[in-house]
Structures are given as C-alpha cells and as structure tokens.
C-alpha cells in the first residue's frame, strides 16, 4: 500500500471525521441494550418460525446507558462483504475495528476475502490498524473483496462451522443486501440451535435502496450512487438541451425496485421516469407505455423539442405484465430448462422446444422480441436460477419499438419531429464512488453499532441507524432482529422465508412528490443540474441528504405530530 499511488482527494479524505451520536462515542463497557419493541414478520410469522424458531420474537432494541462489564473482554471477530459494491463499506469495517479496539486492544478483526467464499474456504487476514487506516472514507471494497457465494446447502454450513472453530471466531459482522442478511439470519440461527458461543449480526448495504422499513431508513450506499448518476445525468440533460436534438434513453440500477430512478428523478426533473410499481399496481401494458412516451415525445415536438431525458429501473421488465409473466414462467421451470438448453446452441432451436412448454401469453411476448432480447432473456442466471434482468438491455428494446410506432405516428400525419435516440447505462460508475460525507458518516456509524450489538451479546440483529435526516450527532443507533424482515418467497420452485426486498410505496412522500410534478417536467425543459459529489463546503452542498430521505422524513414527523395532537385530544 503506498501513498504515492493515490489520489489528492483521497489523501484529503483522510481528514474527514464523521461526527457520529455521542452513545457510540462512549465506552463499551457503559452502555447497554433497551428493548423499544416487539419486531415480528409482517406475513407468514408461523412458517418463518419452523425455520427460525430461536431468533425470531426478539425485540428491537437501542443503546442506552448502563453497564455491561463483558464489553471489554478479548474478541475474535469475524467481517465480509458480501454482493455489489457500495460507498462508505470501508467505512464500517473501521468502525468495527475502532470499537474492538477501544474496548480491548488485544481483539483481533479477522477479514475473509471475496464474501461468503472466504468464509467456507477459510480465506482470510488479520486487519491491522494500518491497512484500515488506508482505507477510510474510501469507495470501493478492495479492502477484503467482495462477492456472490449464498449459503444455503448443508456442506457449506458445515464449513462455515469448521471456518469458526477452527479461528476461534466469537462473532461475525456481514455487510451487505437482502440477500447477504439472509445469510447472516440463516447462520445466526443454526449458531443458536447447535448452542455454539457465536454471534452474528448484519449490516444494510444495497445502493438499490430496497433494504429499508420502519426501522431501516435507507441503506448505505444509495446516498452517493444516486448523486453520482444525478450528477452525470445532469450532465447529460444540459448536453442535450444545448444540442436539441437527442432523446436520451438512461436505464438505471435496481433491479427489484426503482428507488433509485425515482430519486434521480426527484433531483433531474427528468421528461419522463418510469417507476416499475406503478407499472405494475395499474397493469399498465407495454403497448400502453409506449403510448404514453411517444405522446410525450410527440407534443415535444410540436414545441420544436425534439429532446429529452427518459429514466428507466433495470428491473422494469419484472413490472411489466407481459415480460414479468414471460420471467415468471422461464424462472419457475428453470431447473428443467437449465439442463436442456445446454444441448441446443440457436435461438430458434430453444424457441421451438419452449413452444409447448410456455403458455401461448408467455411465447408469444417471447416471439415478438427481438433475437438479441430474446437471447438476453435466456441467458444467463443468477445463483438462485432467476434471470439476470441487469443484463437485458431494455433501454434498447423501448428505442426499437418507439421508433416503430412513431413511424406509424409520422405516416398518419400525427408526429412531424425527429426522433435521435441514444442509450446510456448507469450502474458501476456510482457502486465504488469515494462516500459522499453521510455515507461516510453512516457507515462508520454503523460500524460501532456492530460492535456494541456484539459487546451487548445480540445474535440475529441487523445494525439499525435511525433519525437520519437530522445532524448525525442525533441519530439513534441500535439494531433489529433480521426474522423481522423476513417474508417467505419462491426460490427455485420452492418457498422458503428471506428478506423481503422494499419497494418504492406508491402512497409515500417520494413518488407523490414526484407524481405532482410530473406532467410538467414532461412538456417543459426544466432539468435540474446537481454537480458533482460535494465533500468540502456549505452544509447545504456537502451534507445534503437524498430527496427521498428528506421527503419520508418529513412525513414521518408530519404523522407523528398529528398523533401527538390526536392523543392530547
């Protein structure tokens, strides 16, 4: 690790000290654990509890004063990171290790390589005080590496146990997604069966944003991916209204849900963003969407606008009833497919033999794709057998099928404008960003809270950082049981309790901001332009929280107000 390979803002970072809640400032050895309330599943609680019968009921919990003598004890404390990268992850890990270190400077953080892998294949390094140190307030999670190995066969379990035994781990920290935490549930409760001395305890990582509930107010991440891609389609919005002549199609991150086109949407005030929910909560046709884009376009160009910025989830094609019935049906007969697809080395080979396999619905939204898309949706896999939707270029099937039907527009006399199309995907550009200064504060904090979760004897919790919209010296730390989140969901052919992914709520204060306004960003060319990620400077430029944050905070303290009055009455 030299320090003449890195940047002048990264050795500026260096400096930067996130101001974090003075609970997490104080000695271990003087706080302790404060039931706040009873967190079972929303739905399914009785089947999840066939799997997760002694973790789950725990209560939620926070940091108060008190004592807790064992806090200072020598520990051997386990960390990965685990799926996509996402700013403020190193962040964590030094808060981790500044709290095993405060309470004994003889606990060791030991770091397994590549995610999950590391940990069944015992692939690990004892981090020391220096190698952490170069990695504050860094993107990125080259520290330890990240990756995508899911826990869930009983031979990976038994090495994961023979990885513990054999470092002597007393507990473990995993950081990352829906996913990655239902790894951590899943190993937290075979501890606690088999009465093995560990504990685990997870941390909400996913730019996509849809790690998040009544407790969870966002996950790290999301705050400076969304400035990073509202930064370059800013960028991109002033470029095409200075030429006046490109329609810009910008498929966007998340998969599962479109916080993340939304909160650019807030910060662009883009022509038009599709929100997959939407789609889907209203039925809305392919045939129906294309309607409505090319009305947009169309009217644009009555106005001599023949530009414009449209903002598309990844996942979209999950949203839209005919690819989300094609996915659906691909997906559950995956493990049959899978094996015969293997054999057959054309498009038109598999789309023969899936003629009897589909319904007519399904093969027939499969046939009218293009060769490229329809390969696509083919194509690779997830480790759970589900299509990989990141890797299906929508944003190019749109452009295809807009141009065709304003074509038809354009022979009946009903669109007389031209149509230059351009594709863009935003994705990895924001995933390793150096944090912005709340994803730098956040993940620190969560770090500590990690630790004191740990010092406080929790298993099965999930670090929990509320209060976010105000100064980060009054947040609230504390942590949640991860069977609170759990939901039962088919995963190859068979149902089984995960971590329920959030979506955006078509009733919350993001989307109805954004549903007030956007009739008239889609006439008028009223693009906002952010800028870069901001450091150093004015609070309002350098700790400004996302959109989507400051609106739900505000209607949460809207609501609660409300209640204050409605219970003095």
């Not at 271990?28 to 706040?36: K, P, R």
């Not at 200075?242 to 939304?262: C, D, E, P, T």
């Not at 003629?355 to 399904?362: D, F, I, R, V």
Request: glycine fraction near 8%; charge should be negative; hydrophobic fraction near 40%.
């Amino acid at each position: 690790m030299s320090m003449d390979s890195i940047s002048l803002l990264q050795r500026a970072r260096y400096d930067f000290q996130p101001k974090i809640p003075e609970v997490l400032t104080k000695d271990a050895a003087t706080i302790q654990l404060e039931n706040s309330s009873l967190s079972l599943p929303p739905r399914d609680e009785q089947k999840i509890r066939e799997y997760y019968r002694e973790t789950i009921g725990k209560p939620a919990v926070v940091f108060a004063d008190g004592s807790n003598p064992a806090a200072g004890r020598k520990r051997r404390c386990g960390v990965l990171l685990s799926g996509g990268q996402a700013p403020g992850g190193h962040n964590v890990i030094a808060g981790l290790f500044d709290g095993l270190q405060a309470a004994n400077a003889e606990s060791e953080l030991i770091g397994f390589h590549g995610g999950a892998g590391g940990l069944l294949k015992c692939d690990y390094e004892i981090l020391t005080k220096e190698k952490v140190d170069f990695h504050r307030n860094t993107g990125g999670f080259d520290i330890i590496g990240s990756g995508r190995t899911k826990i869930e066969t009983d031979a990976q379990i038994e090495a994961t146990i023979q990885t513990v035994k054999k470092l002597e781990l007393d507990s473990l920290v995993i950081v990352g997604g829906d996913d990655s935490n239902t790894n951590a549930a899943l190993l937290a409760e075979v501890f606690a069966q088999r009465k093995l001395p560990m504990q685990v305890i997870g941390v909400p990582k996913t730019i996509d944003g849809d790690l998040k509930n009544d407790h969870i107010e966002t996950s790290f991440g999301f705050d400076t991916s969304t400035k990073v891609y509202a930064s370059l389609i800013g960028d991109l919005a002033r470029d095409t209204k200075s030429s006046g002549k490109y329609w810009n199609f910008v498929k966007l991150m998340g998969r599962s849900a479109s916080h993340i086109a939304l909160e650019c949407a807030l910060q662009i005030h883009p022509n038009i963003c599709l929100i997959g929910e939407e789609i889907k909560a209203k039925n809305m046709s392919l045939k129906r969407i294309l309607y409505d884009i090319c009305q947009i376009i169309a009217h644009r160009a009555e106005h001599g606008e023949n530009f414009g910025v449209i903002l598309i989830p990844e996942g979209i094609v999950e949203f839209i009833p005919e690819t989300a019935n094609l996915i659906a049906e691909l997906n559950r007969n995956w493990k049959e497919y899978e094996h015969v697809f293997t054999a057959l080395t054309t498009l038109e080979l598999k789309k023969k033999w899936l003629y009897t396999k589909l319904s007519p619905e399904a093969y027939h939204t499969l046939d009218q794709l293009p060769a490229e898309l329809a390969e696509q949706f083919l194509g690779l896999r997830d480790p759970h057998g589900n299509i990989l939707v990141s890797q299906i270029e929508i944003e190019k099937l749109f452009i295809t099928m807009i141009r065709d039907y304003l074509e038809g527009m354009t022979g009946a006399g009903t669109y007389k404008g031209s149509f230059a199309p351009l594709a863009e995907f935003y994705g990895y550009e924001g995933r390793s960003a150096f944090p912005s200064n709340f994803d730098a504060t956040y993940c620190y904090a969560l770090g500590k809270t990690a630790f004191l979760l740990i010092a406080n004897a929790a298993n099965g919790y999930l670090a929990c950082i509320k209060d976010l919209a105000l100064p980060s010296e009054q947040w609230k730390a504390g942590g949640v049981p991860l069977t609170m989140m759990m939901d039962m969901e088919e995963r190859k052919g068979e149902w089984v309790p995960v971590i329920a992914k959030s979506l955006v709520d078509l009733n919350g204060a993001a989307f109805n901001e954004f549903a007030r306004n956007r009739d008239k960003w889609a006439l008028e060319t009223c693009y906002m332009h952010p800028g870069p990620v901001q450091y150093f400077g004015p609070d309002e430029l350098c700790n400004r929280i996302t959109e989507t944050l400051r609106l739900e905070s505000e209607e949460k303290r809207r609501f609660e107000a409300w209640a204050n009055i409605a219970t003095k009455r």
